[in-house]
């Protein structure tokens, strides 16, 4: 009971969470709270199955804890270890410090959750599929006011409603909370997005794997329109990089055909969504930005004069105004990344380990580490070209693995595939969404029968890989 009741908590404050500052409890963030609490329960029931014997420490036991591991735990472990050297041993050379590694890094500590997790759901003591019925209704609500966000801000006009909605939450906790920065006042529109707003991807995972019932039509439809009010590419990107995972995946490992009345219902209703929101709240923005998705002005740094365009007028100023903004956004990502590489050339096998940065691309303050937006230049000089073969490798030893488990992974691969895109434009793999996002996948995958298995299985109770 007090497992459920923890996880229910956690899982709720990771997906919800925002900045995981939305409460401070004696001026420690709920979020290292409950990873706590999480981390203490976990200790606890590992004790308890100790003295029940479900496992032993000794190697020699039937039921010992070592022999339970697979060479998949072992990788993960190794992987954990190797980058721990950029994380203690390389910034301490390079002299950019540890401090600023952990606080860069500080997420990856859950995947360490993934062993103690791993134990207790093969001893039984925990039932790793009913995590699901606690994840499906966090993100719904998560959906939910990205859309209630953009709508209030929409009707508003005047750039307060998500301001006052923070405030309210700092006046019910008496100050002990802080803001999260997410929502952008452009000049012509309003951009709902979150370093959360990347769990937005994992609805489409349910989307695949689950029957399409009305309740889960309308998971789908509040995913799909909390998708469009972020205006955010790369994660349109990824979700798009999601689905041609699967196509390639089916066809790789014959899958099967997906259930074509499933596929059928969720294009139609994509496009008629998509045009829908176009049209009415989303004041034709939707389509303006995809059109301009890959605009490029390299000048970033130069004052641009703007005018306010108001509704209805102006048709064409305001394309040029939404090309502007996407030229020059695309255009820092290009300068990033020269700058970047030209940075990386500087240590290019060890890099300068995690936290680590170009000092002509800061744009905040230097006591913290900068997150840029291009994923791989900033990984090369962060780990070096050692480092980030070591991340391929142990990425690619997991989809060969997995490929043991075709049908059960599909999915959560797919998952990984569209974090993995959304993060090469977008600094969001090192943040609490992807690694939570990435322990999920990995147990998944860990847990899952192999496909010979499975099929033999009495009543395969497996879910068909694209619905039913």
């Known amino acids: 009971m007090a497992f459920s009741v923890i996880s229910c908590l956690f899982i709720a404050e990771l997906i919800l969470g925002y900045n995981g500052r939305l409460l401070l409890i004696a001026g420690i963030p709920v979020r290292m709270v409950m990873y706590g609490l999480f981390g203490v329960v976990l200790i606890l029931m590992m004790m308890e199955a100790v003295y029940s014997r479900q496992i032993s420490l000794s190697w020699k036991s039937d039921n010992s804890l070592w022999r339970s591991f697979e060479p998949f735990d072992y990788?993960?472990?190794?992987?954990?270890?190797?980058?721990?050297?950029?994380?203690?041993?390389?910034?301490?050379?390079?002299?950019?410090?540890?401090?600023?590694?952990?606080?860069?890094?500080?997420?990856?500590?859950?995947?360490?959750?993934?062993?103690?997790?791993?134990?207790?759901?093969?001893?039984?003591?925990?039932?790793?599929?009913?995590?699901?019925?606690?994840?499906?209704?966090?993100?719904?609500?998560?959906?939910?006011?990205?859309?209630?966000?953009?709508?209030?801000?929409?009707?508003?006009?005047?750039g307060t409603f998500v301001d006052r909605f923070f405030e309210t939450v700092l006046s019910v906790t008496r100050g002990h909370s802080e803001a999260p920065d997410g929502v952008m006042y452009t000049l012509n529109y309003y951009r709902i997005v979150y370093p959360t707003s990347l769990f937005l991807l994992m609805i489409f995972y349910y989307t695949y794997r689950d029957r399409l019932t009305i309740p889960n039509l309308l998971f789908f439809l509040a995913g799909l329109t909390a998708l469009a009010v972020t205006f955010a590419k790369s994660l349109w990107l990824g979700a798009a990089a999601g689905v041609v995972f699967l196509v390639c995946y089916h066809a790789i490992h014959k899958l099967g055909k997906f259930n074509p009345k499933k596929v059928a219902a969720v294009v139609l209703l994509t496009m008629a969504v998509g045009c829908l929101l176009n049209v009415t709240m989303l004041d034709h923005y939707l389509s303006l930005r995809i059109r301009h998705a890959f605009a490029v002005n390299t000048a970033y740094e130069t004052p641009v004069v703007r005018v306010v365009i108001q509704e209805g007028v102006n048709d064409h100023l305001r394309s040029l105004d939404e090309w502007d903004r996407s030229?020059?956004?695309?255009?820092?990502?290009?300068?990033?990344?020269?700058?970047?590489?030209?940075?990386?050339?500087?240590?290019?096998?060890?890099?300068?380990?995690?936290?680590?940065?170009?000092?002509?691309?800061?744009?905040?303050?230097?006591?913290?580490?900068?997150?840029?937006?291009?994923?791989?230049?900033?990984?090369?000089?962060?780990?070096?070209?050692?480092?980030?073969?070591i991340w391929a490798a142990f990425f690619g030893y997991v989809f060969w693995y997995a490929g043991k488990k075709a049908k059960a992974s599909a999915g959560v691969l797919a998952l990984v595939a569209a974090i993995v895109t959304a993060s090469q434009f977008n600094p969001f793999i090192l943040g609490a969404p992807a690694m939570s996002m990435f322990l999920y996948a990995l147990l998944v995958i860990r847990t899952a029968e192999p496909d010979a298995a499975a099929s033999d299985a009495a009543g395969n109770e497996a879910r068909p890989p694209a619905g039913a």
């Not at 993960?76 to 390079?94: E, K, Q, Y």
């Not at 913290?368 to 900033?378: G, K, V």
Request: charged share 15%; glycine share 10%; proline share 5%.
């Open 75 to 158: 990788a993960l472990a190794g992987f954990l270890v190797l980058n721990a050297v950029w994380i203690f041993v390389i910034p301490s050379i390079t002299g950019y410090g540890v401090g600023m590694a952990l606080e860069q890094t500080k997420s990856t500590v859950l995947l360490l959750l993934y062993f103690p997790l791993l134990i207790l759901i093969r001893t039984g003591s925990i039932r790793f599929g009913g995590v699901d019925r606690m994840i499906k209704p966090c993100l719904f609500v998560l959906a939910a006011l990205h859309v209630v966000f953009y709508v209030g801000e929409w009707i508003r006009d005047d």
């Open 327 to 389: 030229a020059r956004s695309n255009g820092i990502r290009i300068v990033q990344s020269r700058v970047l590489l030209e940075k990386w050339r500087q240590s290019p096998w060890f890099g300068f380990g995690y936290g680590s940065y170009a000092e002509e691309m800061i744009r905040g303050p230097k006591g913290q580490p900068f997150l840029y937006e291009m994923l791989l230049p900033s990984l090369l000089v962060q780990i070096g070209l050692i480092g980030v073969l």
